[in-house]
């Protein structure tokens, strides 16, 4: 049942214009910063762009996915419709006039501080105030996701939650928790710097809330991909959840531990202690768990897809599965990213292995393969499978959507797979230009054009994407039918309080955010002395 | 089971879940915070609680290191987004008159007939910090240190904020414009060198920095190899010299001529 | 695994497939844990021991990042000392000296934003962030140049903030430093 399709389009549709944009500025970053492009004779172009690709990537893009998509839950999983609806027109709006209110500084170049902020670089207050805007919008979701499944368990006493209710709630508390960080940040420090109120700022306590939101910010994008892996795949390709449970602990595990984990962001940093490096590393180990657990039954899942479709062998079976099926194809893309990027991400949970990788090419190659690939591969998955029950109209070509798809993979790889390299050669972030003559870094010169060139590929996806979206809303209509989601072999019958409430996770969320940040927050709010003077760009 | 139980020892879910958090929780930290400070050889604590609180991040002051004495006189201006980021008229109007004993070398207006900077409308934190550097001797100049010499602050102050306030003019003896210089345009990135409106205005403005567009280019020439020179060292940390010290003396001729080719509107406008 | 086996029989299976599973996941983990702190402590890579403040635009006036203390000096005890400065765009030292198959402490600290110290081709890596003191230990075992770039963005002149280390032979570098000041390649 999906009443409420408009506000679903709209969602979608915003999310995948300003990707759109941002896709096309991060193409050209890659070239022109590549030995193809000419040097900038104002790299400060470049800073503006990266810092409205990342601003849109990081915070609007993935916001309206998972919002859209949870409205999208919401309705059809709990088969109720959706309470609050003028609210959740109320969260876009906002969303809109805070993008709008932080792009038009940033593309005047008034704030080209990068979407990390790192202060005391101050730029435009509107800039800042925009991101907050959007952060409540989106807020206003988490509160409506809520309310809607309170509203629906008022009516279905005991019963079960539906597993991708209960993960979109996760979601989004884990959202809503781990932008505190970058609230504070931007509430307590930067905005009183960047009106005139405050003239000094601490860079080092700045760091330390911003790394509260950085990296759990990652697993917010991941989980409506997550949801996708356990309740659309299984049932696109005819094959049944292997276990509800495990799904469940997996988001759950993902609720507790994706956010006391951020200062392995900060292990090269003066001022976070190394005891709390430590523990924070420790963490960061954890939250490979739900990960592998993951792999684990979305794996069964398919094999039991593979084996229903009458495949047999050790591993034969997947010559069974439905290769031609967009969704089989997107989630073995999504998983062989997946697997290079997270292994990827156990170099970067150690400091002694972060220490030679960090804040270089590595890092963006790595959060762009699991994001950019992993997760946003899946995010084209759920729009493909939602469209038709969003228009009405079924796609006519699905040869084309797995070009793109393809196309998205390979463009990924050729991407991501030099960038990791010259990551280790290493290459520092965030430059405009590098001047590839020099013998020392001459080797580096072919990886990069690679990149540029993925780039390019990638470019091209992605208006593929928007042509076929474009085109399924002027495709025959067709009726698709309920939305549904898959079922678990074992569709439970009862579930123990715990694993269908998030109340005792939220509270082990926030205990844990206690001890891992509390007292480097405190420490550095009370020490005396740790504030630097603003430094404000573009100032004249 | 209600939503009360779930807080209770009795919960299955709460007891392991809680426990199992704890628990690594406890282990992380006691690894974190004793274990690893000691077993660093290279490290040394006075006590448990000196590592403990060390791990935590107990900020500590930086021990005053025994520094060598400098052997030359350096700038000791303290310089920050804010200084003199406030004009008032007040002291515009002191600076006026104090500017009267400027007007031989610097000009009536703030533009120099001669080689001297143009000072009209240049950032009053770069007038400031010369002067201060001129009366400390961080800057030694025959004709400039016996003029700074009996300046207070506040006259340094007033005088900047005069000085910035003036409208910026074209220089005296304007030259064709001239095509930027890569070193200009790009810097030199594999020697350090960014490029020049990075600092100098036209793209930002890093505080201490002046803007240079019409400025005598006999006067940049000899302050650039002053600084490349080490005569010249009143620039905070040897932030130009580190530039200057790596560019080419044709480097230095081509910044030098295109800076002064340069009418002042080529400077963002001040807001 | 069959997919018609729904009963009680099946679940049961499923759990403990899965259960097996989660602890090899654990195992996985908890040795991962494990390899990393036992491998910060043999090879000497660990986060720096304490939190130390300074005041970023006072640097130039007195304590250890005065200009005239920028460098590297050899210490009594046959080790080294590395003091240097990141500002808008440049490293004080441009160029840092040190000696081979020496231990290096390396302090430093920012003079207005935030900066980072990344030493190409090696795992020295540290950032710089004003109103604290960066301290990293170092030891190189072969002589050669190694390039220094800005690792974090520092505004507009970012791409242009490149220092250089230059490794020396143990010997020669005794022999300068017996000059008593503090050493640099800068202008070499």
Known sequence: MLANRKLVLAHFWLAFAVFGVALTLGAWQMFIRSPLGTWLSNPELYYRSLTAHGTVMGYVFPTLVAMGFGYAISESALEQRLVGVRWAWAGFWLIVGGSIMAMIPVALGRASVLYTFYPPLIGSPFYYVGVVLVVVGSWIWVALMSINLRVWKGANPGKPVPLAMFANVAGSYLWAWTAVGAALELLLQIIPVAVGLKATIDAGLARVFFSWTLHAIVYFWLVPTYIAYYAIVPRAIGGRVYSDTMARIAFILFLVVAMPIGMHHTFGDPQVGAGFKFVHSAFTALVALPTLLTVFTICASVEIAARLRGGHGLFGWMRALPWDNPMMLALAFSFVMLGFGGAGGLINMSYQLDSSIHNTQWITGHFHLIFGGAIVIMYFAIAYDLWPHLTGREFVDLRLIRTQLWLWFIGMIITTFPWHWVGILGMPRRMAYFDFADPAIAPQALSVTFSAIGGFTLLTSGILFLVILARGMRSPAVEAGAYRFSLAVHQPATVPLALNTHALWVALMIGLTITNYGYPILTLALTEGTSVPAVYVGAQ | ?271 | MSAQDTGHQGAEIARRTERRWATLSVIIIVAMAVIAAIAGIHRATMPQARVETTDPSRLHLSGEFVESNLGSVLESNGAVTVRAIGQQYSFTPACLLVPAETPITLRATSADVVHGILIQGTNINTMLVPGYVSEQLMRFERTGDYLMPCQEFCSFGHEGMWGKVRVIDKAKFAELAKSSGRLSCVGQ
């Open chain 2, 1 to 271: 089971m209600s939503a009360r139980d779930l807080f209770t020892l009795t919960n299955r879910h709460f007891k392991t879940s809680v426990g199992i958090t704890a628990a690594i929780f406890v282990v992380t930290a006691i690894v974190g915070f004793i274990v690893l400070p000691f077993a660093q050889p290279w490290v040394q604590f006075a006590n448990v609680w000196d590592a403990i609180c060390s791990a935590a991040g107990v900020p500590q002051r930086s021990a005053a290191a025994a520094a060598q004495a400098q052997d030359k006189r350096l700038s000791e201006v303290v310089l920050t987004s804010h200084t003199l980021s406030r004009p008032n008229q007040e002291a515009i109007g002191r600076g006026a008159t104090l500017a009267q004993r400027c007007a031989i070398c610097h000009g009536p207006t703030g533009i120099s007939r001669a080689d001297s900077p143009n000072l009209a409308g240049q950032y009053a934190a770069v007038i400031y910090k010369e002067l201060h550097d001129f009366r400390s001797g961080a800057r030694t100049n025959a004709v400039m240190s016996p003029f700074a010499t009996g300046l207070t602050d506040q006259e340094m102050g007033d005088l900047a904020l005069y000085y910035a306030f003036l409208p910026r003019l074209p220089a005296y003896h304007p030259t064709p414009q001239l095509p930027k210089p890569n070193i200009v345009i790009y810097g030199a990135p594999m020697r350090g060198i960014a490029p020049c409106g990075s600092c100098h205005g036209s793209l930002d403005n890093k505080v201490g920095s002046p803007w240079l567009e019409g400025q005598s280019e006999a006067y940049m020439k000899a302050q650039l190899r002053a600084f490349a020179g080490g005569d010249r060292r009143n620039d905070i940390s040897q932030q130009m010299r580190n530039i200057a010290r790596a560019m080419t003396p044709q480097e230095i001729d081509e910044a030098a001529a295109y800076y002064a080719s340069q009418p002042p509107d080529i400077v963002k406008a001040v807001d």
